[in-house]
C-alpha cells in the first residue's frame, strides 16, 4: 500500500493527517488472469492503482472485440467514460495477468475540495492525461501508419508484446493481427 500512498503523496502533496484518512480508504485488491469485470459498480467513482500485473479495458462492437487501453505496472486504471455515461458500447475490463492492485473511491469532484482541495487538482491532473492518451491515440489512428504505430505502443510499453495476446494488441494498433505479425517479421529481419 505505500507505494500507491507515495505516488498520490508525490501527486497531491498531502499533510499528515490528509494521507491517514486516505490510507483508511485505500483497499488492497486482487484479480485472477482471465478475470473479467462488465460495468462493475466496483469500478465506479474507484481509482486503481496496479501495483502488479496487467489488464485491458475493451469493448464489443457488433460480437467484435476491441481493445481500447492497457493498464500495467504504476499505471492507473480509472473509467472515465462510464463516470459519464453508460449508454453505447459499455467498458469490459479483462485482466490478463493476476493483478494486484490498490482501489481509492473518489469523491464527487464538487464535494472533495471542502476536505481534500488537491483532489480537485489530482482529478484534473488524470483528466488531463487522459486526454494526452486520447490525442496521441487518434493522432496515431488517423495520421500513423500501422508500422508507425506499433513502434508508439512499443515506446509506451516496452514489455506488452510478453503480456498481452497479440490479437489485443492488434485491435488496440486498429490493425488485423495478420499485419501485426508481418510488422513484427519485419522489425525482426531488420536487426
Known amino acids: 500500500m505505500q507505494e500507491f ?3 498520490l503523496q508525490d501527486k497531491l502533496q498531502l499533510s ?32 486503481f492503482y496496479i501495483r502488479q500485473g ?3 479495458s475493451f469493448y464489443l462492437k457488433d460480437g467484435k472485440d476491441i481493445t481500447f ?23 469490459i475490463i479483462e485482466f490478463l495477468e493476476d493483478t494486484e492492485a490498490f482501489s481509492l473511491k473518489l ?8 476536505n481534500f482541495p488537491q483532489i480537485t487538482r489530482f482529478a484534473l491532473n488524470i483528466l488531463y492525461r487522459y486526454n494526452i492518451f486520447l490525442e496521441e491515440r487518434i493522432i496515431n489512428l488517423q495520421c500513423k501508419t500501422a ?14 508484446l510478453q503480456r498481452a495476446p497479440l ?24 536487426l
Not at 469523491?107 to 471542502?114: L, S, T, V, Y
Open 16 to 47: 499528515a493527517l490528509q494521507t491517514e484518512m486516505l490510507k483508511t480508504r485505500i483497499v488492497a485488491q486482487h484479480f485472477k488472469k482471465g478475470e473479467i469485470r462488465v460495468n462493475s459498480a466496483e469500478f465506479e467513482g474507484q481509482l
Open 69 to 91: 487501453s492497457f493498464a500495467l505496472e504504476g499505471d492507473l486504471l480509472v473509467s472515465i467514460r462510464s463516470k459519464a455515461t453508460q449508454k453505447d458500447y459499455p467498458e
Open 54 to 56: 496487467c489488464c485491458r
Open 147 to 160: 508500422k508507425e504505430r506499433y513502434e508508439w505502443l512499443l515506446s509506451k510499453h516496452p514489455k506488452l
Open 107 to 114: 469523491p464527487p469532484i464538487d464535494k472533495a475540495g471542502k
Open 167 to 190: 490479437g489485443h494488441i492488434a485491435s488496440f494498433l486498429g490493425i488485423t493481427p495478420e499485419t501485426l505479425s508481418r510488422i513484427r517479421a519485419d522489425k525482426k529481419k531488420n
Open 5 to 7: 500512498i507515495d505516488y
